[in-house]
């Protein structure tokens, strides 16, 4: 953990040791792991992923959630005033917990703890349980918008690869009956358009747009920038 706690400008607690004998030395501080426990949770699968800097938002999200103080400010650019129960990393991404809902710490600006006030935790609030409970539900509400691709067995197979685990499922339950070439039709939850240009990208000439007629435009234009960098239209196959 100590990269997250770099990240979240923890970086004098460098990982749970210290915390249990900064517990062992100091009377006041005997509850210190429990305390993390409660406030910072690392959700393991998946950890590989990510990389990229931390959101802005993270160290004075933390800081908050460290001193139980309220937080304002914006999300997905609308006013928020929080009371900051945890922080979550899981696969590169970081969230919020406060004591009903889920929010994604990179959707944050503008973020103000309030370090002269202090609100009341629910001491029955246990973080790792409340992930668990809420995650899965969490990541199907931010999937608001659907596309329609076709596949070749190829991308039918690495589409659990790129998609959102949240869609798979569901995307792989719509699917039609293969066809004379093997491809197969699914309507796919996304999180955005931009979302599943990205992801579909990966699919490269193994999956074909074919709604809505924007993310279609999209990917003809990528595939048009493709064959310019590479000279024109090859024969090979890329093995699957």
């Known amino acids: 953990m100590p990269r997250a706690l770099r990240e979240m400008g923890l970086g004098e607690v460098a990982a749970s040791a210290r915390l249990k004998a900064a517990a ?17 949770h690392l959700d393991a ?17 933390a800081r908050a959630v460290w001193g139980d103080h309220p937080v304002t400010g914006l999300y997905r650019g609308a006013p928020r005033t929080l009371e900051p129960y945890g922080l979550v990393l899981k696969a590169g991404v970081w969230y919020l ?77 719509s699917a039609t009956e293969p066809d004379g070439q093997g491809r197969v039709t699914v309507s796919l939850p ?18 074909e747009v074919l709604d809505p007629p924007e993310l279609r435009a999209l990917m003809a234009g990528a595939a048009a920038r493709m064959n310019a960098l590479y000279g024109g239209p090859g024969d090979e196959d890329v093995p699957g």
């Open 97 to 173: 917990a406060t004591r009903s809902a889920i929010y994604r710490v990179d959707r944050f600006s503008g973020v103000e703890a309030h370090t002269d006030r202090r609100f009341e935790r629910d001491r029955g609030f246990d973080l790792a349980a409340f992930w668990e409970e809420r995650a899965a539900e969490f990541a199907r509400s931010l999937l608001r918008t659907r596309v329609t691709v076709r596949l070749s067995p190829v991308g039918h197979r690495r589409l659990r690869v790129f998609a959102d685990p949240a869609a798979l499922d569901e995307a792989l339950a």
């Open 24 to 40: 062992a030395l100091s009377p006041g501080a005997r509850d210190a792991p429990a305390s993390a426990a409660q406030r910072f």
């Open 190 to 207: 996304v999180e955005s358009l931009e979302v599943a240009y990205g992801q579909l990208l990966g699919l490269g000439p193994e999956v």
């Open 45 to 61: 699968p998946g950890w590989f992923a990510g990389g990229g800097p931390p959101p802005e938002a993270l160290a004075p999200l």
